[in-house]
């Protein structure tokens, strides 16, 4: 015979089934846990050892979130130049840290994804319901936060409620609004994109105001417009004048200017316009402003006008007819009344 190779063949292992896998990474988790704890004097038993490994992790994960924002928060405010994007930013890298650690904890304990897949997919079934009225505030706070419809710092009004205040934070599922009364509004997303909002400080802090002041046709329109003008000018928040403010395409005066609005039945309408620079003082400069034109016009030849009416009658009135009925006459003949036989003797 001549001789040969000899091939040995051996039989390939089993693959191990999920039940092994899983197994095997909880008896790796333990032992891996009670090698962190070996150089202690005395044995402590494994879940206390898992949960003190397990608070381990947790001081760990504040610590790095709280390092991680502070050498990172100065870079992420840089990029972004918003408030709000910073913010939701430096959030995103806590809750990033916190679900690396609580995967940590997850092994620690013999835990995968894959074991929790099915039951996080037949828990979002059940509570579907409840949880989308709080992904719909995410989604939109996303999309306030691309918008930019209001800022960290603006001033805002709720058109349906008349409420003015400052946005104090906003984050993926709600703004927070700090009101002119000293109260807070918590405010979901999704509501608020609903919401007409108006914003005082956008642009451009400067706002604009209007008066209205009907004079009478007696009086002096002229000196009725210079003395409005110049009792608006007088109050402090007031821009008494300057370059023209411009609004979109537009551009307006920015002293205070009496404009004659219109020739009304009852007299004269004139509208005065002007600027104010603080937004959270229209109310206080609305009322010294008109303070201010009172005062000024009721030393002045010039009439505030109110509604009233005349009754004129003359020749060409023409004549009302009046009759009496005997129901409305009462018991007693009225003056002048003529009775029946006295009308046959005429």
Wanted: net charge negative; proline share 5%.
């Amino acid at each position: 015979m001549h001789p040969g190779y000899v091939v040995l063949f051996q039989t390939a292992s089993p693959t191990p089934t999920s039940t092994q896998t899983a197994a095997e990474a909880t008896q790796t988790a333990a032992e891996a846990t009670q090698t962190l704890f070996s150089w202690l004097p005395f044995e402590i038993p494994l879940w206390a050892s898992q949960l003190l490994t397990s608070l381990l992790v947790i001081v760990l994960a504040l610590l790095a979130s709280r390092l991680l924002v502070r050498l990172l928060g100065r870079r992420v405010a840089q990029r972004f130049r918003r408030p709000s994007l910073t913010r939701t930013a430096l959030r995103g890298i806590r809750v990033g840290v916190y679900v690396l650690a609580l995967l940590t904890i997850m092994g620690i304990y013999g835990l995968g994804i894959g074991d929790i897949g099915l039951s996080v997919a037949v828990f979002s079934a059940v509570v579907g319901v409840v949880v989308a009225p709080i992904v719909g505030s995410f989604i939109s706070g996303v999309f306030l936060l691309a918008d930019q419809p209001y800022e960290i710092g603006d001033m805002i009004e709720l058109a349906d409620r008349g409420q003015r205040g400052f946005v104090e934070d906003i984050t993926l599922r709600y703004t927070k609004v700090f009101t002119l009364d000293n109260t807070f509004l918590i405010i979901p997303n999704g509501s608020m994109r609903d919401r007409d909002v108006v914003n005082y400080s956008a642009e451009d802090p400067r706002t604009r105001l209007s008066l209205d002041v009907l004079v009478t046709y007696e009086s002096d329109i002229a000196e009725a417009r210079k003395l409005i003008e110049r009792a608006a000018r007088d109050v402090d928040n007031v821009i008494e004048g300057g370059p023209n403010i411009r609004v979109g395409a537009a551009r307006y005066p920015s002293a205070p200017t009496a404009y004659i609005n219109e020739f009304g039945d009852h007299g004269v309408l004139l509208t005065l316009r002007y600027w104010v620079t603080e937004p959270y003082k229209l109310l206080a400069s609305r009322s010294k402003v008109q303070t201010n034109v009172w005062d000024a016009l009721d030393d002045a030849d010039v009439e505030i006008a109110y509604p009233h009416s005349h009754l004129f009658f003359d020749e060409t009135s023409g004549e009302m007819q009046v009759s009496l009925s005997e129901s409305d006459a009462g018991p007693g003949p009225s003056p002048g009344a003529q009775f029946p036989d006295e009308r046959d003797a005429e």
